[in-house]
Nanobody, 116 residues
Framework: QVQLVESGGGLVQPGGSLRLSCTASGSIASINAMGWYRQAPGKERELVATISSGGNRNYADSVKDRFTISRDIAKNTVSLQMNSLTPEDTAVYYC??????????WGKGTLVTVSS
């Protein structure tokens, strides 16, 4: 089994910043990619950012130039630095790991609330 544990969510004012982290543990086959998805109330889960084993980054248009994804390969950790947050960024953020067999694993999610 693979476990993904997220941390770093919380309440922040518009224009503020938060950093999310996710650590993977367990029986991890080679990692194809790790990333973050989010789900706002009443909406479907959507991609936020991913980073491949080769270091290629992919961002949703809505977060480009505001969010930065990074990883620590040795620690099986992926982080998401979120700047210039807006109320539209309010959602539950889920960590995702895709292994070399393209099987997906998900964390339980961490809530990010952007509000004044």
């Amino acid at each position: 089994q693979v476990q993904l544990v997220e941390s770093g969510g919380g309440l922040v004012q518009p224009g503020g910043s938060l950093r999310l982290s996710c650590t993977a543990s367990g029986s991890i086959a080679s990692i194809n990619a790790m990333g973050w998805y989010r789900q706002a109330p009443g909406k479907e889960r959507e991609l936020v950012a991913t980073i491949s084993s080769g270091g290629n980054r992919n961002y949703a248009d809505s977060v480009k130039d505001r969010f930065t994804i990074s990883r620590d390969i040795a620690k099986n950790t992926v982080s998401l630095q979120m700047n210039s947050l807006t109320p539209e960024d309010t959602a539950v953020y889920y960590c995702n790991l895709k292994n070399k067999f393209l099987r997906n694993y998900w964390g339980k999610g961490t809530l990010v609330t952007v509000s004044s």
